[in-house]
């Protein structure tokens, strides 16, 4: 699976819920959303297009995996 798709991200969100089972101390997905947006923005080898493409995708991804758990929200 590419680093930066919508697939990634997903995959990645779910993971973060998983370990929260096994740990002490949870880590809340707005925060793992919030670790990810930081590295692409601090990404020196991304150009700002892929950039922008890989936190539109991050977004799709954050809501997605929150509608699947959470059931879906009003914006």
Do not use: H
């Amino acid at each position: 699976m590419k680093t930066g798709t919508t697939a990634y991200y997903k995959d990645s969100f779910k993971e973060a819920i998983m370990t929260n089972y096994s740990m002490n101390k949870a880590t809340p997905l707005a925060v793992a959303y919030s670790k990810f947006e930081a590295e692409i923005n601090n990404s020196t080898t991304l150009r700002q297009d892929e950039k922008e493409v890989q936190l539109q995708n991050l977004q799709k991804s954050y809501d997605q995996t929150r509608d699947e758990i959470f059931g879906e929200f009003e914006d």
